[in-house]
């Protein structure tokens, strides 16, 4: 394996020249004149050429090249019809069937500009921000039992100043529970931040190699991380939505007994409530469209008057209006039913009569 320092291709002829280039697409260390030459040659024109020194410890990618079943086979294919990324024995073996099998040069044409990379970067945020929101909570709540068992001490010395020296071992009692309670709830919210941690900076550490790829990345590479990223966003949406529903926000406060005997001084008292922060998924808040209000018929203002035959008005059957204004009339006449048509809905135009046959 040739040196993080050395041109690749030159190392496999056994030469030692200096790289300056990284090729994203052959995962090759360039030197100057091999990434002049890689560049004049028509198939790797498409290549992604970029400074070494811009790549640092990202050098090694999560995105991967080869297939998960035939590890020898590089993923060349993107099956639509299962939206999955494959390589030409899994296209043979699997997908025969299916219609919408494309090569992935052009299936990751444009991937910068796709609703998938769009989706997988809000997603990658909205999981940010509630994990974020989490550990914030997380820590709250551990401030606030803090304060309470401050609170509560002072409490306890308060009451305990009533009694003389019996109450000593009941207030240590007291006290010990207290803290036995603090690290109780200590222990089980610090091991909910140990897991939104792990969550946090994992989606961390995938943002910034999104990041990375897009800017430096080849376009296959970028494509097959976005699927990558799919899975991985889903199990991150349901381990923290775990999280959320395992999270209870608790609190300790000290119920003072108002006729205090020697044997107790008080009790310690646990209120647990779900937790406030809580999560959905990007694409469902999305989907939660606000209806307008709709708004009621204050009334009626009258625009046309249509003064008809009072012998029509009696044989009135029914009413409609054209799309181009035109005011339709018929009779309900079983002998003679005529049809009357008015300009404007209001000038007369003309009258067709309709024969029965017998």
């Given at each position: 394996m040739a040196s993080a320092s050395f041109c690749d291709p030159c190392s496999e002829a056994d030469k030692s020249l200096t790289a300056t280039k990284y090729c994203s697409d052959c995962e090759e260390r360039l030197c100057t004149d091999?990434?002049?030459?890689?560049?004049?040659?028509?198939?790797?024109?498409?290549?992604?050429?970029?400074?070494?020194?811009?790549i640092g410890s990202n050098i090694l990618m999560s995105?991967?090249?080869?297939?998960?079943?035939?590890?020898?086979?590089?993923?060349?294919?993107?099956?639509?019809d299962h939206e999955i990324v494959c390589c030409r024995a899994c296209i043979s073996n699997e997908h025969r069937l299916c219609q919408n099998v494309?090569?992935?040069?052009?299936?990751?044409?444009?991937?910068?500009?796709?609703?998938?990379?769009?989706?997988?970067?809000?997603?990658?945020?909205?999981?940010?921000?509630?994990l974020n929101a989490l550990d914030n909570n997380r820590q709250s709540n551990l401030q606030s039992i803090e304060k309470s068992k401050s609170t509560i001490t002072k409490q306890i010395r308060a009451v305990k100043s009533k009694f003389l020296k019996q109450i000593d071992d009941l207030e240590r009692e007291l006290t010990t529970s207290l803290s036995s309670l603090q690290r109780k709830h200590e222990m089980e919210i610090?091991?909910?931040?140990?897991?939104?941690?792990?969550?946090?900076?994992?989606?961390?550490?995938?943002?910034?190699?999104?990041?990375?790829?897009?800017a430096h990345g080849s376009k296959n590479q970028l494509f097959i991380f976005l699927r990558q990223q799919v899975t991985n966003i889903h199990s991150a949406e349901a381990k923290i939505q775990q999280i959320v529903s395992d999270s209870q926000e608790f609190d300790i406060t000290f119920d003072e007994k108002k006729d205090v005997k020697l044997e107790?001084?008080?009790?310690?008292?646990?209120?647990?409530?779900?937790?406030?922060?809580?999560?959905?998924?990007?694409k469902f808040q999305q989907a939660q469209i606000k209806a307008e209000p709709m708004k009621n018929i204050l009334g009626f203002e009258k625009d046309t008057v249509l003064k008809l035959n009072t012998n029509v008005v009696k044989r009135l059957f029914s009413v409609s209006v054209t799309d181009n204004n035109k005011l339709l009339i018929t009779l309900a006449e079983a002998s003679d039913p005529k049809f009357y048509v008015y300009r404007d809905c209001k000038e007369f135009e003309t009258e067709i009569s309709f024969f029965l046959r017998t």
């Amino acid at each position: 394996m040739a040196s993080a320092s050395f041109c690749d291709p030159c190392s496999e002829a056994d030469k030692s020249l200096t790289a300056t280039k990284y090729c994203s697409d052959c995962e090759e260390r360039l030197c100057t004149d091999c990434a002049e030459s890689h560049c004049r040659f028509k198939a790797f024109k498409s290549h992604h050429v970029i400074d070494l020194s811009s790549i640092g410890s990202n050098i090694l990618m999560s995105a991967k090249k080869n297939c998960n079943v035939h590890s020898e086979m590089i993923l060349d294919y993107y099956c639509t019809d299962h939206e999955i990324v494959c390589c030409r024995a899994c296209i043979s073996n699997e997908h025969r069937l299916c219609q919408n099998v494309l090569p992935l040069e052009l299936a990751s044409k444009d991937v910068r500009k796709s609703a998938l990379f769009n989706d997988v970067m809000e997603d990658m945020t909205h999981l940010i921000t509630t994990l974020n929101a989490l550990d914030n909570n997380r820590q709250s709540n551990l401030q606030s039992i803090e304060k309470s068992k401050s609170t509560i001490t002072k409490q306890i010395r308060a009451v305990k100043s009533k009694f003389l020296k019996q109450i000593d071992d009941l207030e240590r009692e007291l006290t010990t529970s207290l803290s036995s309670l603090q690290r109780k709830h200590e222990m089980e919210i610090n091991k909910q931040k140990q897991e939104i941690s792990q969550v946090l900076v994992n989606v961390i550490e995938n943002k910034n190699e999104m990041d990375f790829l897009r800017a430096h990345g080849s376009k296959n590479q970028l494509f097959i991380f976005l699927r990558q990223q799919v899975t991985n966003i889903h199990s991150a949406e349901a381990k923290i939505q775990q999280i959320v529903s395992d999270s209870q926000e608790f609190d300790i406060t000290f119920d003072e007994k108002k006729d205090v005997k020697l044997e107790s001084l008080g009790s310690l008292l646990e209120f647990v409530q779900p937790c406030q922060v809580q999560y959905k998924p990007k694409k469902f808040q999305q989907a939660q469209i606000k209806a307008e209000p709709m708004k009621n018929i204050l009334g009626f203002e009258k625009d046309t008057v249509l003064k008809l035959n009072t012998n029509v008005v009696k044989r009135l059957f029914s009413v409609s209006v054209t799309d181009n204004n035109k005011l339709l009339i018929t009779l309900a006449e079983a002998s003679d039913p005529k049809f009357y048509v008015y300009r404007d809905c209001k000038e007369f135009e003309t009258e067709i009569s309709f024969f029965l046959r017998t």
